[in-house]
Each structure stands twice: as structure tokens, then as C-alpha cells.
């Protein structure tokens, strides 16, 4: 979803802003054509397409880039972008994609997504019913079989078969997604690059990290979640396009009523039984993991380190679900994300506004992936998995590969007296107790600020509301590649007695992180990621996945491992409830790390 500056796929006008969501329809309405500005490599034509989305009649505006030399006896494979939420078909991120490929001989449609930009329809948060298969009818357009609006035809897009294009899709967040929800109701997609997107919204805004805590909501992304919402319903003042097809309802008024709903649900504090399962029902059906399996396109997945929004462990998720399905994937942890990097990517990170693409290594991978299946071109596209690692200074060395994505290999103990432990006979018996206030005493991260560009205050924990646990310090560097995970038993009367109230609310809520704590005490949340927790059942264990990350804690840092009664960036607890920690040789918390030689 990217909406950086007019350059670079990671633009972002909140993340990365290249989303897709238009469609077309039968008749179309036939107007004078539009005038094509030409560069010597490629002419840029403005279209529109008039297309039936959710109900609705509605107008997409977008631009069509063919490259020169590309005719009916010379067809060339096409590749389909779009902006991110909050963008347009003319922010920096997205056109310059079709400028980049366009230039490479592709064929680029560019257009705004459904409800942004100059295209009409409600914001339907890239729901396969809607956005899909309005997608799906601008691959009609590349296909042949359709016009747009002015009669202008695309006759000179490499086919399969009749009506069948050959065609891909890049894009980020927003523009990532709906790749996927194109992808399920369109086979004729031949190749994806979904960046920095989502696998179930209802884990991205509203995230429980309990492990099998599928149908227990989570604590509420309250900052995230209502950024995009008034962005989304401040379209028509951003872009001054009131189209009738844009309006919902004085309640509602660009998003489709259930993602209102959602919105309203979530900011309420209170989790109903059967409003909640309606809200994670809803936010899941629009969710790649919900139609992942009917996705059979090749798909490069790039997913952002500094990113609180999705993290690594959304591309995780759906680059599992996707390879063990036999759906040809490949995936890439790049540096930046919707939290971080994006104006100013490090050195060797793809960067359109530095005209890397082909320079860059997810540029080339990204390239690669696209001359394979585009052009079925003998090339290789790389390892299954490669990171970005922020401690190598040769901007030529940073990625390492693996053949798969690393799992916990190394233990520690939460010791009674505050220390992390390497074997269970070093922990010593005892109970430490924390916490909550009525209001929010520990931050990570101001998501607001993220979103619109302003300073953050460091994270911090306020003394008495969380508790905290410290390794020696490492005789050795140590890189931590993958999620983490920690086992834990909490003794909470107070939650115990009000967790089977009927309302969800009232279970307990956690938040546990890591910390890298150089010698001078220095601490450091790595990328401000913290994983939240509505415990299932207080008289149980439990297993938290924190949030995928890549860090070297260096030889002489210690390792901190943190749970705290809140985090500023969610709604936590209603109502106080004190938490104690017990430990004992033979039974305490577990911490588990993906380390890496």
C-alpha cells in the first residue's frame, strides 16, 4: 500500500500503497479516444472502464503503457499495478512501476483502485467478490475480449489461448492482497508479487499471538485501524470526486457496511459472542486465508522487517499454505515495511526513486520472477527464501538464502529470579507479580506517527506493570532469523473469575517482546514489534508466536524477554488485573529462539 514519493514501490500514502480492485462490464459505453503521450520507449494512454463491482455501477480510471515496437505481430506479456489505500493510479509508487516495466517491453496497466483515486465504487478492503473479479475483468480488457470505454483495445498482449493474456500482477499492502483475491477467482493470472500484504486481517488489526487462539480475539491495532479508516472515508475530500457509485450512507460513507461495522465493533472494547464471531467471520472472508487454496499462480512474497502493521509472519502463513498446496513460491524478508524504511531504504534496497529495479536485489529477484513466467524465459528465480540482514555493510552481501524458513532451535527458562536461563536446572524457585493501570504504561510504537511521517518516543515499560527476564551476556554473536516463542503459566484470580463473562473483553491481555540490551544497558525493542496476548483460559499454559524478525544480538549483548499489562498502540485490559509469574525447576515459562550459524 504504498504511497511514498512518487518513485518507489514503497511509497506508501500510509504503507506501501499498490493495491488492485477495478473491473469492467458489458456493454461499454464508447467515447472519443483518449490521447497517448509517448516517451520514445513507451506511449502512456489515459483510459477508463466502466465496470460492475459489488452491486454497483461504477467508472475505473486508469493509464495503459505500451511499450514501443509492441503490436499485433509482436505481442508482449503484460503486468497490472495499482495504488495502495489511500493512493492513486498517479503516486509515486505505482506509476513508476508501469514506467519500470514498461520500459522493459511489458505492457503495463496502472489503474486507482475501487472508491481512490478517480475510480468510482465503495472501499471493500480487496474482497475477492468484489475487487477480485473486478480485477478480473481488466484481464478481459488484456485479454481482448473487452474495450475500454473510448472503444480503444489492448491487441497486442502476448496470448495462451483465446481471451487468455499472458499476465502479472505487482503491488504492495493494499495493492498486494488483492493479487491474491484476483488470483482466486481468476486462473488466468500467470505470475503475482504480493509485497508487504496481509494473510487475515483479523489477526492484522485485532491480533492474538496465542497459539490455536483462532476464535479468541485479540487486542485491537487501534491506531493502525482508524488511520486507514479516516483516510478511507476522507477519499472524496483527498480527491474531490464525489461519484454516486462512492457513497454508501451518512453511517458509512466509502467503505461497504461491514467493514463499518468492523471498525465500529472493534473501537467499542467489547467482544459480544456473536458480534465477535460475525467480525472475525467478516475479516477473514476478504483474507487471503480464507481463498488461499484456490490460488494456483506462481507468487513471490515480499514481506517487510520494520513493518507493526504485517509482519513476517502474515507472508509466513500464506507462503506455507501456498507451498504446501504445490503452488510454485518463493519468499523474500526485505528491510522496510509499513513502520519503517520507506522514504529512505538502506543502501541496496530496491528503491524505484533510485531507479534500482534492476540493481537492486528484490529488483532483480522481482524481475526474474516476472521473465519466468511472463516470458518463460530459462532463468533463475532464486532461492525459496532469502532475508535482509541490517549488520552486513556490503550493500552487495546483505541477503542470506536457506531452503526454508527457520524454526526455534534454541531453549532458554524464566528463571524465579528474574534471569533467562540455558538449562532448567539453573532456574531458581520463585514469584514475581505485575500489574495493570487504567491506562497504558508501556509503549512500542506510535502507529500514527508511522503513518504520517512524525517523531516516535523510544519504547519504554513503566516499573510495576510488566516483568522482565535477562540472559548472561552472549559469549558469542548470535542471529535470531524467524518468530520466536515463548511457553507461559500466569496465576490471574482477577481474570480468572471474569474470563467466562460472555464478552471476550474481559479475558486477560498481554503484551510479550524481546529486547537486545547492549553492555552500557542500552535496550532495544527490535523493529517495536510486540506480540499481544488475550490469554485463552488463565488456568492453563499457553504458547505465544511472537512476530517474525532478523536481528544479531552481538557478542557481549544480553537477550531481554518482556511481558507487559499493556502497549499504547492497542486497547488492552478492561478493568485491573494483577498477574503473577511462578517459577520452579521443574515448571516455568520456556522461551524459544530461530538461531541461525
Avoid at 51 to 71: E, F, I, K, M, S
Avoid at 90 to 112: H, I, K, P, Q
Wanted: with cysteine; proline share 6%.
Amino acid at each position: 500500500m504504498s504511497r511514498r514519493d512518487a518513485r518507489r514501490v514503497s511509497r506508501f500514502r500510509t504503507p506501501l500503497a499498490l493495491a488492485l480492485g477495478a473491473t469492467l462490464t458489458a456493454p461499454l459505453a464508447l467515447s472519443a479516444p483518449a490521447a497517448a503521450a509517448a516517451t520514445g520507449e513507451y506511449t502512456v494512454t489515459a483510459l477508463k472502464f466502466t465496470v460492475q463491482a459489488g452491486g454497483r455501477t461504477c467508472t475505473v480510471d486508469a493509464d495503459l503503457y505500451r511499450p514501443a515496437g509492441a503490436d499485433r505481430a509482436h505481442p508482449a506479456p503484460a503486468v497490472v499495478t495499482t495504488n495502495g489505500f489511500g493512493g492513486s493510479k498517479n503516486d509515486g509508487s505505482t506509476n513508476v512501476v508501469g514506467e519500470a516495466f514498461a520500459r522493459r517491453g511489458y505492457v503495463a496497466l496502472v489503474y486507482s483502485g475501487l472508491g481512490f483515486g478517480r475510480t468510482g465504487c465503495l472501499i471493500a478492503l480487496d474482497d475477492p467478490a468484489i475487487d477480485g473479479v473486478a480485477a478480473s475483468r481488466l484481464i478481459d480488457f488484456l485479454g481482448g475480449g473487452r474495450a475500454a470505454d473510448d472503444g480503444t483495445r489492448a491487441d497486442y498482449v502476448t496470448l495462451d489461448a483465446p481471451g487468455d493474456p499472458r499476465v502479472g500482477m505487482v503491488g504492495g499492502s493494499y495493492g498486494g492482497a488483492v493479487q491474491l483475491a484476483t488470483a482466486a477467482v481468476d486462473r488466468r493470472l500467470d505470475a503475482l508479487v504480493p509485497m508487504i500484504t496481509w494473510n487475515d486481517l483479523a489477526y492484522s488489526l485485532d491480533p492474538n499471538n496465542a497459539l490455536g487462539s483462532r476464535h479468541v480475539p485479540g487486542a485491537f491495532k487501534w491506531q493502525w485501524a482508524n488511520g486507514f479508516y479516516l483516510i478511507g472515508e476522507g477519499q472524496p475530500l483527498l480527491e474531490a470526486n464525489l461519484a454516486p457509485s462512492r457513497i454508501n450512507s451518512i453511517a458509512c460513507l466509502h467503505f461497504v457496511t461491514k467493514a463499518c461495522d468492523t471498525i465500529r465493533t472493534l473501537n467499542s472494547g467489547r467482544y459480544p459472542a456473536k458480534q465477535t464471531a460475525d467480525l472475525l467471520a467478516y475479516a477473514r472472508s476478504v483474507s487471503p486465508v480464507s481463498y488461499l487454496h484456490r490460488v494456483k499462480a506462481p507468487t513471490l512474497l515480499v514481506q517487510g522487517q520494520a513493518d507493526s502493521l504485517f509482519n513476517l509472519n502474515e507472508a509466513t502463513a500464506t507462503y506455507r499454505t501456498l507451498k504446501a498446496q504445490g503452488t510454485p513460491t518463493k519468499m523474500i524478508w526485505q528491510s522496510w515495511g509499513h513502520s519503517g524504511g520507506r522514504t529512505d531504504p538502506a543502501s541496496g534496497e530496491l528503491n524505484l526513486g533510485q531507479g534500482n529495479l534492476e540493481t537492486s536485489y528484490v529488483g532483480r529477484r522481482v524481475l526474474a520472477w516476472f521473465d519466468r513466467y511472463l516470458r518463460k524465459e530459462r532463468v533463475d528465480t532464486g532461492p525459496a527464501f532469502a532475508y535482509y540482514r541490517d549488520w552486513i555493510t556490503d550493500p552487495d552481501h546483505t541477503y542470506a538464502t536457506a531452503d526454508r524458513v527457520p524454526t526455534p532451535t534454541r531453549t532458554l527458562y524464566l528463571s524465579g529470579d528474574g534471569k533467562l536461563v540455558d538449562n532448567r536446572r539453573k532456574v531458581t524457585r520463585g514469584s514475581r507479580t505485575y500489574t495493570n493501570w487504567l491506562v497504558p504504561t508501556s509503549h512500542s510504537e506510535s502507529s500514527l506517527a508511522a503513518l504520517i511521517g512524525l517523531p516516535d518516543p523510544a519504547p519504554y515499560d513503566t516499573p510495576g506493570t510488566h516483568l522482565g527476564w535477562t540472559s548472561e551476556p552472549l559469549a558469542r554473536t548470535t542471529d535470531v532469523v524467524g518468530a520466536p516463542r515463548a511457553t507461559l503459566r500466569v496465576v490471574s484470580p482477577k481474570a480468572e473469575r471474569t474470563q467466562h463473562s460472555g464478552d471476550a473483553a474481559d479475558k486477560l491481555v498481554l503484551f510479550a517482546k524481546l529486547y537486545d540490551i547492549a553492555p552500557d544497558g542500552t535496550r532495544t525493542l527490535v523493529h517495536r514489534l510486540v506480540a499481544p496476548v488475550r490469554v485463552p483460559d488463565v488456568t492453563k499454559s499457553f504458547t505465544v508466536t511472537l512476530p517474525g524478525i532478523v536481528h544479531r544480538y552481538e557478542q557481549g549483548h544480553r537477550l531481554g524477554f518482556v511481558i507487559a499489562a499493556s502497549d499504547d498502540a492497542y486497547f488492552g485490559n478492561r478493568g485491573i488485573k494483577p498477574v503473577t509469574v511462578v517459577s520452579s525447576p521443574r515448571d516455568t515459562g520456556v522461551l524459544q529462539l530461530p538461531v541461525v550459524d
